[in-house]
Every structure is written in structure tokens, then in C-alpha cells.
């Protein structure tokens, strides 16, 4: 494919394809909130380092955007604290699902990888107690490198995170039980469940990942993250971003990439592009069956992939 063509026929037949796939999968039934989304709704967008945008279905649509936030809170966070964040995270892949608590406790409090629960736990701590408002650095992030400033948390969502989140908060409690949390965890909670809640398009997270392509440049042209830092990120979303089947994403998609229960997915093509899909029918390792199955496509049919 050459710089100059248009991601828009692709996206077409992309979205065609999709249209013919007979299951697509479940919504996620643990946030009462997402769970009556219909599994055939679909968008897909396309930004370019540059900003153009191409889309197809319900690009422009929001939802809730869960554990994508979790690649901009990392972002955040490692550009303030760089690589001390690294002896309260680590970055291999957990092999267990994203709210396991098991690894936890053999592992001495320090959770396996930033994007399972436990570690986004950590790195939100972190920018809070860094910034002493987590979620509304990401929203300020989010709505800056869109160019959407109507992006907002969906408190309704949040909500019901907090009535379903015993699971998060032993996460929280136990890791500050080693000293890991320095927040009080109903702080942190309230931080998180907003954080997970931002609804975004398609193009918005699309527009908002563009920093991972352009090597840790902003879209207004200052520097996030170094171009090694942007790297780090990009490899982590590749060998973790889609909980216990990134392997099976890597295999597929051949991108970095980072889902979420609400069915959104970001991915990346580092120099080139950047993606982001919407299906809320999951499979049982919590990623859009739809939207893995269009960046399945669009790396075939464009061949623009990191291999
Ligand atoms: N807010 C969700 C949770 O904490 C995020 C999960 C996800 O999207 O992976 O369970």
C-alpha cells in the first residue's frame, strides 16, 4: 500500500465483511451498564499522524471506552515518572484473566502487567498522586489529542462499576496491603471506575492514539514520551493489551493493540497510522469478535503491520 491511498475503500469492505459474520459475540454481562449493547453495532476509524481520519459504520458513535484508557493513563504516568514506575509494575504478560487476583499474592503485591486490573490500578494511583486528579488528566488528555472537548465520563457507567466492584476493590486492598496503593482505595476506585468510563468514538480514540504513531509526539507537535518510551508502549500492548489472548491477537492482527470490555479496540501502525474498532459482542477472553476480525482484515488487505 503506498502513503498516498486512501484508507477508505478498505474500510468498506471491511465493514461488508463484518456484516456477514454470523456470531459476534456477547456484551460484557458483569458492568450491568454494557450489558444490553447489541453485538452487531460496528465502527471502525482510521487516523493518520497528520489527523486525517477515515471511518465506516458507527465511527462517530461513543462507548464506553473501559481498558483502552488504560494505554493513555500508562502514557501519562511513565512520562512524568519514567522508568521508576517499572518497580511497582512489571510488563510481561500475565497468562491469567485481567481481574485475576492469584499471580498477586506469590508476586509480592506488584502486579504483572500495566493493562490487567491490578496494574492499571497502580498506574492510575500513581498519576493521581502525581497530579491529584487522574481521571481528569486522562479526560483533559483525551479531549486535547481528539479535538473533542464534548468527551465526558459516563457517571451512569461509572456507577455501576461501583456497585459491581468487589473484585477491583480487593485488588486495590491487597496490593496496599503491600504497600503498593498510596491512595485510600475508595479514592482510587472512584478514580478508576471514572477513568473506565469515558465514552469515546471510534475516531476520537483513533485521533488520541495518534501519539504511539508519531514515536511520542503530541498532536500539536510537543513530545509525551521519548521515542524509546513510545516504543515501551507500543510492546507492551503487543504482548499484553488484549488480556490472555495476546498471543492469538499478535498471531492474527500483527499490531499492538489494547481492547476493552465495552468492546472498543486501539490499535497501532508505528510511523504510519493508527485504528480503532467498536463491537460490543466479546469472546470469552474478553476482546470485540467483530473488532479483532476487521483488524484481522485490515492488516491483510493493506499488509501494514509491524512483521
Ligand atoms: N472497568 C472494567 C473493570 O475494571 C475494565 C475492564 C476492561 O475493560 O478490561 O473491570
Redesign the pocket.
Known amino acids: 500500500m503506498t502513503s498516498s491511498m486512501t484508507f477508505q475503500p478498505v474500510l468498506e469492505r471491511i465493514a461488508e465483511d463484518i456484516g456477514r459474520m454470523p456470531d459476534r459475540g456477547r456484551p460484557?454481562g458483569?458492568?450491568p451498564a454494557l450489558a444490553a449493547c447489541d453485538p452487531a453495532r460496528f465502527g471502525m476509524a482510521v487516523a493518520e499522524p497528520d489527523g486525517t481520519v477515515y471511518g465506516v459504520g458507527e465511527w462517530r458513535t461513543p462507548f464506553?471506552a473501559?481498558?483502552?484508557t488504560?494505554v493513555f493513563t500508562l502514557a501519562l504516568d511513565l512520562a512524568r515518572e519514567g522508568d521508576a514506575l517499572w518497580e511497582h509494575v512489571g510488563r510481561e504478560p500475565s497468562g491469567n484473566p485481567?481481574?485475576s487476583l492469584v499471580q498477586l499474592e506469590y508476586e509480592g503485591g506488584i502486579p504483572r502487567n500495566p493493562?490487567i486490573?491490578a496494574g492499571?490500578l497502580v498506574v492510575t494511583d500513581r498519576l493521581h498522586t502525581r497530579t491529584g486528579d487522574a481521571a481528569a488528566e486522562l479526560l483533559t488528555f483525551l479531549r486535547t489529542e481528539s479535538g473533542n472537548p464534548g468527551l465526558a465520563f459516563d457517571l451512569d457507567v461509572a456507577a455501576s462499576?461501583d456497585a459491581h466492584?468487589d473484585?477491583?476493590a480487593a485488588l486495590a486492598h491487597f496490593m496496599a496491603s503491600y504497600g503498593n496503593i498510596a491512595s485510600p482505595v475508595p479514592v482510587l476506585l472512584d478514580q478508576?471506575?471514572r477513568?473506565?468510563?469515558v465514552a469515546a468514538s471510534c475516531a476520537d480514540l483513533a485521533l488520541a492514539t495518534g501519539f504511539l504513531a508519531r514515536h511520542g509526539v503530541r498532536a500539536d507537535g510537543s513530545r509525551l514520551l521519548s521515542r524509546s518510551q513510545a516504543k515501551q508502549v507500543n510492546a507492551v500492548m503487543l504482548t499484553c493489551g488484549t488480556?490472555d489472548a495476546a498471543g492469538d491477537f499478535a498471531y492474527r492482527v500483527g499490531l499492538p493493540g489494547k481492547?476493552?470490555?465495552?468492546g472498543g479496540i486501539i490499535a497501532v501502525v508505528p510511523g504510519r497510522c493508527t485504528l480503532c474498532v467498536w463491537g460490543p459482542g466479546l469472546d470469552e477472553r474478553?476482546n470485540s469478535v467483530s473488532g479483532v476480525a476487521a483488524l484481522d482484515r485490515f492488516t491483510t488487505l493493506t499488509g501494514l503491520s509491524v512483521f
Not at 481492547?259 to 465495552?262: A, T
Request: aromatic share 22%; charged share 10%.
Open positions: 460484557a458483569y458492568i464506553s473501559q481498558s483502552v488504560k485481567f481481574n493493562f486490573n492499571a462499576e466492584g473484585r477491583n478508576y471506575f477513568q473506565c468510563s488480556y481492547s476493552g470490555v465495552g474478553g
